[in-house]
């Protein structure tokens, strides 16, 4: 007889296993876009050889910051590790802390760690540092919106905006996936996500060039374990939300329907997988378009946009 969780260390589980694969999901995307460039890339632990040695460095600022620019990275990155309480990232039942919010507080709890990392940034005085912090707000205030649609779209479809029914409503059948009114939110979704983790069309994490960064460029004043923090917290805010997309709105399966050990390992294991499947579509991604221009990146965003407005049109026409 398998030993039962209980369902509070479930639910710590949940965070750990976010915080823990988190960097190995950056990790693998990372190796997996060189190799698809045909060169060797660094190793997928890499992201973890990095945090050790962010951790390990001394903390230097500049003179004109105030006390918010040391606690904006711990507090951006303990919003990042409440989500997971939030949303069915292991079990397909809700745990404790489940119906503490719906998914709009969930995305409402991530645009504050953006907004802190924001805010942070501005306070340093960098031009670089407030170029990024001030585009990243410019777009999130079109990607916000999207993200409210998505939502609206679905809970419309399932009457409610808890991310454990919006996942079991997906279970209940395959026709439910393949209504257009879902498709065009999921696809909306996931111009969010490349938007949100500063993927290419948006930005290039492998770039050196300043002046085209807004998510890398946030961090350019912060050092040690601060910069540390801010590298983690991008890396898990990213694995939350593959982990929205697969568990909630493509893919809800594999989710343990018990506390059994077995079936929670099983959880695990089948998230890092479907994480690492968007990975792939990611890392394909950034390799077969070039970045856009500055002003061109609003046409991408409000692009998704349309596709969140679409999906509610088609659900009002009786398409959905």
Request: charged share 10%; hydrophobic share 55%.
């Amino acid at each position: 007889m398998s030993t039962v969780l209980p369902a509070w260390s479930v639910q710590i589980l949940q965070v750990l296993t976010v915080l823990v694969c988190a960097p190995g999901i950056s990790g693998f995307v990372a190796w997996l876009e060189a190799r698809l460039q045909g060169r060797r890339g660094p190793r997928i632990v890499q992201p973890y050889l990095t945090l050790a040695k962010q951790f390990s460095k001394e903390t230097l600022a500049p003179h004109s910051v105030g006390p918010f620019f040391f606690v904006a990275p711990a507090a951006a990155f303990a919003c990042y590790l409440v989500v997971p309480m939030l949303i069915p990232v292991l079990t397909s039942y809700p745990l404790p802390l489940g119906y503490m919010g719906d998914i709009l507080g969930g995305g409402f709890i991530l645009a504050l760690g953006s907004f802190l990392v924001a805010v942070a940034a501005g306070s340093t005085g960098s031009s670089y540092a407030q170029l990024g912090a001030s585009r990243s707000k410019t777009f999130a205030a079109i990607t916000e919106p999207v993200v409210l649609l998505v939502v609206f779209t679905v809970a419309i479809i399932t009457t409610t905006d808890l991310p454990y029914v919006l996942g079991a409503t997906i279970r209940s059948g395959p026709e439910q996936i393949v209504r257009p009114s879902h498709l065009l939110a999921a696809a909306a979704l996931f111009m969010v996500i490349l938007s949100e983790t500063a993927r290419i069309p948006v930005e290039t994490h492998t770039g050196t060039i300043e002046l085209g960064m807004f998510e890398e460029a946030r961090s350019f004043e912060h050092s040690g374990p601060l910069l540390a923090m801010l590298t983690w917290g991008s890396a898990t805010k990213q694995f939350v939300f593959y982990v929205l997309l697969c568990n909630v709105f493509v893919a809800p399966w594999g989710l343990a329907s018990t506390g059994a050990v077995k079936a929670v390992a099983l959880a695990v294991a089948a998230i890092v997988a479907k994480a690492c499947v968007v990975g792939i579509v990611v890392a394909v991604i950034d390799n077969s378009f070039a970045k856009l221009r500055l002003y061109k990146i609003t046409e991408f965003v409000s692009a998704a946009f349309l596709l969140a407005v679409l999906a509610v049109v088609t659900l009002f026409l009786g398409g959905g």
